[in-house]
DNA sequence: CCCTCGATCAC
DNA sequence: CCTCATATCGAGGG
């Protein structure tokens, strides 16, 4: 039952490439695709910036005015992000991937699995060739470029994926794993994060050939069970997770940069109203009921608070939406020194709303 | 076992 | 200088 072959697809560079792909003019200037935030001016952070902007250091996650910065030189756009857009490319390019998959697992707009161990027939020379076909059909329909790893797990594919960008396609075979884990970052392992990475490089240990030697119960003691085994695991390319078509969303939210921090009830509560809305009319389009709302604070440091609550029933009424928040907002504020930059509201613990027919009706 | 909350990741 | 959305883990308290 082992032998599996899986791919990781990635989009290149995807929002930017997607603006490329809209205006070709803009090929050659850097590109920085940017989410503005309520307060006006160049508040915000770029969502992606395409080859040419990331060689200035412009990259996802940095703030739009330093992004502005390091580009003031250059040729340079800065587009607000259009998801609407990437949304589209995105099915059309899903559309073609799936069939080339005996098992596809939708992960983002720019991001896929497939098991491809039946059509290929466990041999990695044909699924090379078969991931060749897939990148040009999809860059003969759309004219987009993506990035490919083909490996016998999902944990390997994603690490082959991002191993060659953009425009690449990066094959480990059973026998080349350890080879190929050697000489990389731990960072290279999905999960492995800015954080983990110092609690690692204060230990130094800094490649994955160094962190296959520390032992598995060292590894428990300080990230805990479940994440300690995954890390073990992970050094040494093994993965069992199935190739599977993603369960339902279990939890949505929204959240805002206020026109100016505060910690006013007031202010807040006027401010998490359209919050309350989007997310109910979510939970109504999804025919969803919620039991549970939580607000979160992003504070004027970037620290964050959390605070949630459970109903008595699964619900789904703007009303009384509205009501937990502001009464949320309200206990939050009690002892809230700081002020707030962001806020958000999350609403979770699913159940379906009751339609004409169900299985009930049979009994 | 259920709930709440902070932390982390990654986009 | 700092967006937005989702999932997961672990600790701590009931």
Do not use: W
């Not at 060689?55 to 040729?75: C, H, M, R, T, Y």
């Not at 110092?198 to 030697?213: P, Y």
Request: with cysteine.
């Amino acid at each position: 039952m082992e032998r599996r072959v899986v791919f990781h697809i990635d989009f290149d560079y995807f929002y930017a490439q997607c603006e490329e792909i809209r205006n070709s003019k803009i090929k050659g200037k850097c590109v920085a695709v940017c989410i503005f935030s309520e307060r006006g001016g160049d508040s915000g952070a770029i969502a992606t910036a395409n080859y040419n902007a990331r060689k200035f250091g412009v990259k996802s996650g940095i703030p739009i005015i330093l992004a502005k910065n390091k580009l003031k030189e250059q040729d340079a756009v800065f587009l607000p992000a259009d998801f609407d857009y990437y949304s589209e490319i995105s099915s059309k390019a899903m559309e073609i991937i799936e069939k080339y998959a005996d098992v596809f697992e939708y992960v983002g707009r720019d991001e896929a699995y497939l098991d491809v161990t039946k059509k290929i027939e466990g041999d990695f020379d044909k699924a090379q060739h078969l991931a060749q076909q897939l990148k040009n059909e999809i860059r003969n329909n759309l004219k987009l470029t993506c990035s490919i790893g083909i490996t016998p797990n999902k944990l390997l594919s994603k690490i082959a994926s991002d191993f060659k960008k953009p425009d690449g396609l990066t094959t480990v075979k059973p026998e080349q794993i350890e080879q190929f884990l050697s000489s990389l970052k731990i960072r290279e392992i999905p999960g492995i994060g800015r954080k983990t990475e110092d609690v690692f490089s204060q230990m130094n240990v800094n490649t994955i050939e160094e962190l296959t030697m520390i032992d598995v119960f060292d590894l428990n003691k300080i990230f805990g069970r479940k994440t300690g085994g995954y890390i073990f695991n992970s050094a040494r390319g093994i993965d069992n997770e199935a190739v599977k078509p993603r369960p339902p969303t279990i939890q949505f939210s929204k959240i805002t940069t206020l026109k100016k921090n505060s910690k006013e009830l007031e202010f807040l509560q006027e401010n998490v109203q359209e919050l309350c809305i989007q997310l109910n009319k979510l939970a109504m389009e999804n025919n969803k009921m919620y039991r549970s709302i939580g607000i979160q604070f992003v504070n004027e440091d970037l620290s964050t608070k959390t605070k949630s609550r459970m109903l008595r029933n699964p619900g789904n009424n703007l009303e009384e939406l509205k009501k937990i928040v502001n009464q949320l907002l309200e206990e939050a504020l009690v002892e809230q020194e700081m002020l707030v930059r962001r806020i958000g509201v999350r609403i979770s613990e699913f159940s379906d709303v009751e339609g004409q027919s169900n299985i009930t009706s049979y009994f």
